[in-house]
């Protein structure tokens, strides 16, 4: 398997940027201490989010959603159907999932597919084709992000698509335990004379943490032709370096209006394996970190790279490149990597 391979250290002040069931940020115990968590998930999607609208990357164009019958509904009529239309758009999406009882508008499960896979589909189907047919033989070279984050259909298997990207659960790289932030909101319309007290009183959680992130590309698999590989390498090269720039640079949205923890990383390593399998540096933090007088970023860095160097020296893991974020700037970092994709 030839790897792409993003190791990041990233501080954030108070935040709160992935929330569990009760508000509260996610967490976990690792090295027998709580720790600040950022699942993969959240990641995921503030990165294929971040690569279609701020970046403004091609082929970025993928949907995850359980409102499928309009969109095909749309592209059948563009296609000259003109009888029978709904029931064609229900035929289609029973391929991907079942029809919601409450809303016939709407499937049981969200379904991510790209604008010219549903016009594929429909037109075949417009045309007279069987719409399980057509769905398995649509090709998706608009959707890059489909082929980097998968799908899973639970209806039919063979539709499923293997995410050429993989992510780690962030954690921080020290020991962390939530705060409560007590707030009070005043009614403007009030005054002390009437009432002193406030509008409306409550409680957040927050943290903050230097986290240690994940996340891998398997290059072998994004080259597949059931991937991108109806790409050239220099396409497949931009959604490789959107990929990278969107991964350092994205950050999950919870609470941006009232805490606005966005910041860049601190220290990022870039490697490219030309084969072997994908290996975190997380436990260079197992031990957590503390300050010894030079703070959590500095000695994370620190941990972080006699890891790398660890594992190099004993387990003999050799790289093809290996790029360090500030050592170089952003377009030297992306293009060390980038040039590897074949």
Same mark, same amino acid.
């Not at 792409?4 to 976990?28: T, W, Y």
């Not at 990383?265 to 870039?270: A, D, E, K, M, N």
């Given at each position: 398997?030839?790897?792409?391979?993003?190791?990041?250290?990233?501080?954030?002040?108070?935040?709160?940027?992935?929330?569990?069931?009760?508000?509260?940020?996610?967490?976990?115990?690792?090295?027998?201490?709580?720790?600040?968590?950022?699942?993969?998930?959240?990641?995921?999607?503030?990165?294929?989010?971040?690569?279609?609208?701020?970046?403004?990357?091609?082929?970025?164009?993928?949907?995850?959603?359980?409102?499928?019958?309009?969109?095909?509904?749309?592209?059948?009529?563009?296609?000259?159907?003109?009888?029978?239309?709904?029931?064609?758009?229900?035929?289609?999406?029973?391929?991907?999932?079942?029809?919601?009882?409450?809303?016939?508008?709407?499937?049981?499960?969200?379904?991510?597919?790209?604008? *010219?896979?549903?016009?594929?589909?429909?037109?075949?189907?417009?045309?007279?084709?069987?719409?399980?047919?057509?769905?398995?033989?649509?090709?998706?070279?608009?959707?890059?992000?489909?082929?980097?984050?998968?799908?899973?259909?639970? &209806?039919?298997? %063979?539709?499923?698509?293997?995410?050429?990207?993989?992510?780690?659960?962030?954690?921080?790289?020290?020991?962390?335990? &939530?705060?409560? *932030?007590?707030?009070?909101?005043?009614?403007?319309?009030? %005054?002390?004379?009437? *009432?002193?007290?406030?509008?409306?009183?409550?409680?957040?959680?927050?943290?903050?943490?230097?986290?240690?992130?994940?996340?891998?590309?398997?290059?072998?698999?994004?080259?597949?032709?059931?991937?991108?590989?109806?790409?050239?390498?220099?396409?497949?090269?931009?959604?490789?370096?959107?990929?990278?720039?969107?991964?350092?640079l994205a950050v999950p949205?919870?609470r941006k209006n009232s805490?606005?923890?966005?910041?860049?990383?601190?220290?990022?390593?870039?490697?490219?394996?030309?084969?072997?399998?994908?290996?975190?540096?997380? &436990?260079?933090?197992?031990?957590?970190?503390?300050?010894?007088?030079?703070?959590?970023?500095?000695?994370?860095?620190?941990?972080?790279?006699?890891?790398?160097?660890?594992?190099?020296?004993?387990?003999?893991?050799?790289?093809?490149?290996?790029?360090?974020?500030?050592?170089?700037?952003?377009?030297?970092?992306?293009? %060390?990597?980038?040039?590897?994709?074949?």
């Open positions: 398997m030839k790897l792409l391979e993003l190791h990041i250290l990233q501080s954030f002040p108070v935040s709160c940027l992935n929330r569990d069931d009760v508000g509260a940020p996610k967490s976990a115990i690792f090295g027998g201490v709580a720790r600040a968590r950022i699942s993969s998930q959240s990641l995921k999607r503030a990165v294929r989010l971040h690569a279609r609208d701020e970046l403004g990357a091609k082929g970025f164009t993928g949907i995850r959603s359980r409102i499928l019958k309009q969109p095909f509904i749309d592209a059948l009529e563009k296609h000259g159907l003109e009888k029978d239309v709904e029931k064609a758009a229900d035929a289609i999406c029973a391929v991907f999932s079942k029809q919601d009882g409450k809303d016939k508008a709407q499937v049981t499960t969200a379904v991510y597919l790209s604008p *010219d896979e549903i016009d594929q589909i429909a037109k075949a189907v417009a045309e007279g084709g069987d719409a399980k047919k057509a769905s398995k033989k649509a090709q998706r070279n608009d959707a890059a992000d489909i082929a980097l984050f998968g799908r899973m259909i639970a &209806n039919d298997a %063979t539709l499923n698509v293997e995410g050429a990207a993989m992510f780690s659960h962030a954690l921080s790289t020290h020991k962390v335990a &939530n705060d409560i *932030d007590f707030f009070t909101a005043v009614d403007d319309r009030k %005054t002390d004379a009437e *009432d002193a007290g406030a509008g409306m009183m409550g409680t957040l959680e927050f943290n903050s943490a230097c986290y240690y992130r994940y996340a891998a590309l398997n290059l072998d698999l994004l080259a597949d032709e059931k991937h991108l590989g109806g790409l050239s390498a220099e396409e497949r090269g931009a959604v490789v370096d959107a990929f990278v720039r969107a991964t350092l949205g919870a805490m606005n923890a966005h910041t860049v990383p601190s220290f990022v390593l870039g490697t490219i394996k030309e084969k072997g399998q994908p290996v975190q540096l997380v &436990n260079a933090f197992e031990k957590p970190v503390f300050q010894k007088g030079m703070g959590i970023v500095e000695a994370s860095i620190e941990g972080l790279t006699a890891e790398h160097d660890k594992l190099k020296a004993t387990w003999g893991m050799t790289t093809a490149a290996e790029v360090a974020l500030p050592d170089t700037d952003l377009e030297t970092f992306c293009f %060390t990597l980038v040039k590897h994709v074949s």
